[in-house]
Protein backbone atom coordinates (compact mmCIF):
# COMPACT_ATOMS: atom_id res chain seq x y z
CA UNK A 1 0.00 0.00 0.00
CA UNK A 2 1.17 3.33 -0.48
CA UNK A 3 -0.03 6.38 1.42
CA UNK A 4 -1.52 9.58 -0.66
CA UNK A 5 -0.11 12.76 -0.69
CA UNK A 6 -1.98 15.80 -0.16
CA UNK A 7 -1.73 16.65 -3.64
CA UNK A 8 -2.75 13.11 -4.55
CA UNK A 9 -5.71 13.44 -2.17
CA UNK A 10 -6.48 16.57 -3.58
CA UNK A 11 -6.02 15.21 -7.37
CA UNK A 12 -8.65 11.91 -6.29
CA UNK A 13 -11.14 14.45 -5.29
CA UNK A 14 -11.12 16.90 -8.63
CA UNK A 15 -11.76 13.41 -10.14
CA UNK A 16 -14.38 12.73 -8.22
CA UNK A 17 -13.17 9.33 -7.50
CA UNK A 18 -12.63 10.58 -3.12
CA UNK A 19 -15.56 12.88 -1.52
CA UNK A 20 -15.10 14.47 1.33
CA UNK A 21 -18.62 15.91 1.98
CA UNK A 22 -18.06 18.77 4.09
CA UNK A 23 -13.91 18.94 2.47
CA UNK A 24 -12.41 22.00 4.01
CA UNK A 25 -8.90 23.23 2.88
CA UNK A 26 -7.71 23.54 6.20
CA UNK A 27 -8.39 19.96 7.51
CA UNK A 28 -5.57 18.51 4.72
CA UNK A 29 -2.47 18.03 6.22
CA UNK A 30 0.55 16.37 4.10
CA UNK A 31 -0.71 12.78 3.97
CA UNK A 32 -4.26 13.06 5.51
CA UNK A 33 -7.51 14.42 6.28
CA UNK A 34 -8.68 16.03 9.49
CA UNK A 35 -12.23 14.84 10.31
CA UNK A 36 -13.87 17.09 12.52
CA UNK A 37 -16.51 16.52 15.30
CA UNK A 38 -20.44 17.10 13.92
CA UNK A 39 -21.85 15.96 17.70
CA UNK A 40 -20.83 14.67 20.98
CA UNK A 41 -23.05 11.50 23.04
CA UNK A 42 -22.63 11.18 26.52
CA UNK A 43 -24.09 8.44 28.12
CA UNK A 44 -23.70 8.82 31.33
CA UNK A 45 -25.01 12.32 31.57
CA UNK A 46 -27.76 11.98 28.46
CA UNK A 47 -26.08 14.95 26.81
CA UNK A 48 -25.93 15.29 23.38
CA UNK A 49 -23.88 18.10 22.29
CA UNK A 50 -24.50 19.87 18.06
CA UNK A 51 -22.91 23.05 18.91
CA UNK A 52 -20.64 24.80 21.22
CA UNK A 53 -18.66 22.54 23.95
CA UNK A 54 -19.63 19.18 25.76
CA UNK A 55 -17.96 18.85 29.06
CA UNK A 56 -16.69 14.98 29.60
CA UNK A 57 -16.44 13.90 33.00
CA UNK A 58 -13.30 12.28 33.82
CA UNK A 59 -13.78 8.52 33.68
CA UNK A 60 -16.75 8.86 30.98
CA UNK A 61 -17.41 7.06 28.00
CA UNK A 62 -18.46 9.46 25.38
CA UNK A 63 -19.34 8.96 21.28
CA UNK A 64 -18.05 11.20 18.73
CA UNK A 65 -19.99 11.84 15.20
CA UNK A 66 -17.56 13.32 12.01
CA UNK A 67 -19.13 16.48 10.45
CA UNK A 68 -17.37 14.84 7.04
CA UNK A 69 -19.56 12.42 5.26
CA UNK A 70 -16.91 9.96 2.87
CA UNK A 71 -16.93 7.87 -0.14
CA UNK A 72 -14.06 5.94 -1.04
CA UNK A 73 -13.79 3.98 -4.75
CA UNK A 74 -12.64 0.41 -4.41
CA UNK A 75 -9.17 0.69 -4.66
CA UNK A 76 -8.10 3.38 -1.16
CA UNK A 77 -8.71 2.76 2.28
CA UNK A 78 -8.58 5.09 5.22
CA UNK A 79 -6.21 4.48 8.09
CA UNK A 80 -7.96 6.57 11.41
CA UNK A 81 -5.58 8.03 13.93
CA UNK A 82 -6.47 10.57 17.25
CA UNK A 83 -5.22 13.90 16.78
CA UNK A 84 -2.24 13.88 19.51
CA UNK A 85 -3.88 16.93 21.19
CA UNK A 86 -6.64 14.79 22.28
CA UNK A 87 -4.30 12.00 23.65
CA UNK A 88 -2.37 14.40 25.13
CA UNK A 89 -5.55 15.53 27.33
CA UNK A 90 -6.35 11.84 28.17
CA UNK A 91 -8.63 11.16 25.69
CA UNK A 92 -8.24 7.48 24.70
CA UNK A 93 -9.77 5.99 21.19
CA UNK A 94 -9.28 3.03 18.90
CA UNK A 95 -9.07 3.33 15.66
CA UNK A 96 -8.57 0.88 12.45
CA UNK A 97 -9.43 1.21 8.96
CA UNK A 98 -11.96 2.57 6.44
CA UNK A 99 -12.96 0.08 4.22
CA UNK A 100 -12.66 0.26 0.75
CA UNK A 101 -15.75 1.57 -1.26
CA UNK A 102 -16.97 2.65 2.03
CA UNK A 103 -19.62 5.53 1.95
CA UNK A 104 -20.29 7.49 5.43
CA UNK A 105 -19.26 9.67 8.33
CA UNK A 106 -17.97 8.02 11.04
CA UNK A 107 -18.83 6.93 14.21
CA UNK A 108 -15.88 7.64 17.17
CA UNK A 109 -15.85 5.77 20.87
CA UNK A 110 -13.69 7.65 23.13
CA UNK A 111 -13.02 7.54 26.83
CA UNK A 112 -11.78 10.37 28.89
CA UNK A 113 -9.09 8.38 31.02
CA UNK A 114 -8.18 12.34 32.93
CA UNK A 115 -9.90 12.59 36.40
CA UNK A 116 -11.09 16.40 34.99
CA UNK A 117 -13.39 17.13 32.77
CA UNK A 118 -12.65 17.52 28.87
CA UNK A 119 -13.80 19.94 26.93
CA UNK A 120 -14.76 18.77 23.43
CA UNK A 121 -15.82 22.01 21.22
CA UNK A 122 -17.96 20.96 18.22
CA UNK A 123 -16.32 21.70 14.75
CA UNK A 124 -12.59 20.91 15.96
CA UNK A 125 -10.60 18.30 14.55
CA UNK A 126 -10.77 15.22 16.21
CA UNK A 127 -9.10 12.70 14.55
CA UNK A 128 -6.84 11.73 11.16
CA UNK A 129 -7.78 9.99 8.15
CA UNK A 130 -4.35 8.85 5.93
CA UNK A 131 -5.92 7.38 2.58
CA UNK A 132 -3.62 4.15 0.97
CA UNK A 133 -4.14 3.48 -2.25
CA UNK A 134 -4.24 -1.02 -2.35
CA UNK A 135 -2.62 -2.62 -4.19
CA UNK A 136 -5.47 -4.04 -6.73
CA UNK A 137 -8.98 -2.41 -6.51
CA UNK A 138 -11.59 -4.43 -3.93
CA UNK A 139 -13.10 -7.32 -5.54
CA UNK A 140 -16.24 -6.71 -3.39
CA UNK A 141 -16.29 -3.39 -1.42
CA UNK A 142 -17.59 -2.42 2.12
CA UNK A 143 -21.06 -2.74 0.85
CA UNK A 144 -21.25 -5.50 -0.62
CA UNK A 145 -18.70 -7.93 2.28
CA UNK A 146 -20.34 -6.93 5.27
CA UNK A 147 -21.69 -3.32 4.73
CA UNK A 148 -23.19 -3.23 8.47
CA UNK A 149 -22.16 0.58 8.42
CA UNK A 150 -22.98 1.72 4.87
CA UNK A 151 -24.09 5.28 4.14
CA UNK A 152 -24.37 5.93 7.75
CA UNK A 153 -25.22 9.63 8.98
CA UNK A 154 -25.19 10.95 12.24
CA UNK A 155 -24.10 9.18 15.44
CA UNK A 156 -24.43 4.59 14.52
CA UNK A 157 -23.86 2.62 17.39
CA UNK A 158 -25.37 -0.45 15.63
CA UNK A 159 -25.06 -2.35 12.61
CA UNK A 160 -27.79 -1.25 9.77
CA UNK A 161 -27.32 -4.04 7.19
CA UNK A 162 -30.25 -6.17 7.64
CA UNK A 163 -31.04 -4.69 11.37
CA UNK A 164 -33.15 -1.45 12.52
CA UNK A 165 -30.70 1.25 12.89
CA UNK A 166 -29.64 1.90 16.82
CA UNK A 167 -28.95 5.78 17.06
CA UNK A 168 -28.48 6.60 20.76
CA UNK A 169 -31.44 8.82 22.03
CA UNK A 170 -31.45 12.68 22.24
Known amino acids: MTVLSDSEILDEIRRGRLRI ?36 PGGSWFVIGT ?8 DIVGEIWIRTTW ?18 N ?15 PTGD ?3 QVVFERLGAPARKGYGERSGNYQGQR ?13 RSKP
Open 87 to 104: ARRGVLSSFGRIDAAFKG
Open 21 to 56: EGFQDCNLTPNGYDVTIEEVWIPNTRTRTRSGDALV
Open 125 to 127: RFA
Open 154 to 166: GITLAPSKGQKKA
Open 106 to 120: LTFSAFNASEDYVRI
Open 67 to 74: REHLALPS
